[in-house]
């Protein structure tokens, strides 16, 4: 996801991801390599990826190639598939509307159901890493829980509000093949990769054939 332009803790159950943000970030990233972003049309980026059923070396090296990436790509959130690999993990280093920095990963997401008196809508501006330059208004709950498994494979509950809820819908989203794009109406997705066209990305991307 986008920035906009304008051992894990538990508590209740669910990952306590605000706590050492910006030593744990530099580890991963300071151990990784950054990569090229893939863009809209890039297959990888359209079905679902495979789950991760290997929680080993390679998988942690991936992870910190992801922060890596994320970083140079100035991202709040990148999901494996942003850097062409077919796997469902996506890493974090995002705000929340309260401006509490959190940092984390989630392997096999799985966005819950909410009740409906969770589901008060926020349609701030979105954007994306795989559509640079583009934003585009969209509605999403102001409150998220993912469920899934830590890099180790140990079950794992990730909640947030407004912005960061935004960030982890988006993420678990583009490991289901699915774009913040794909949510817009034909309108604002013709306006939105019209913006992508015309602008010039800050970050490396992968070239589609």
């Excluded at 974090?92 to 966005?111: F, K, T």
């Excluded at 008196?117 to 829980?145: F, H, I, K, Q």
């Excluded at 989203?173 to 939105?192: F, P, Q, T, V």
Aim: overall charge negative.
């Amino acid at each position: 996801m986008a920035q906009q332009e304008t051992d894990e803790q538990i508590n209740d159950g669910f990952a306590v991801d605000t706590e050492d943000c910006e030593e744990r970030e530099r580890t991963h990233r300071e151990r990784g390599s950054a990569r090229p972003i893939t863009v809209v049309g890039n297959p990888v980026l359209h079905r679902e990826c495979r789950d991760v059923t290997e929680f080993d070396d390679k998988l942690a090296a991936l992870i910190d190639d992801m922060f890596a990436s994320q970083r140079a790509a100035e991202g709040v959130g990148l999901a494996a598939n942003q850097i062409g690999v077919d796997l469902k993990v996506f890493v974090y280093d995002c705000p929340d509307d309260e401006g509490a920095r959190h940092v984390g990963v989630v392997c096999n997401p799985v966005l819950q159901e909410l009740p409906p008196e969770r589901r008060a809508l926020d349609d701030s501006n979105e954007g994306c890493l795989s559509v640079p330059t583009a934003y585009a208004s969209l509605a999403r709950p102001d409150y998220a829980e993912v469920h899934g498994q830590d890099a180790d494979g140990k079950p794992i509950k990730v909640r947030g509000t407004g912005y960061f809820a935004r960030c982890l819908q988006h993420e678990t989203d583009h490991l289901y093949g699915r774009l913040y794009i794909d949510r817009l109406s034909k309108r604002d997705r013709k306006d939105a990769l019209r913006q992508m066209d015309e602008g010039t990305p800050r970050y490396e991307t992968v070239p589609n054939d």
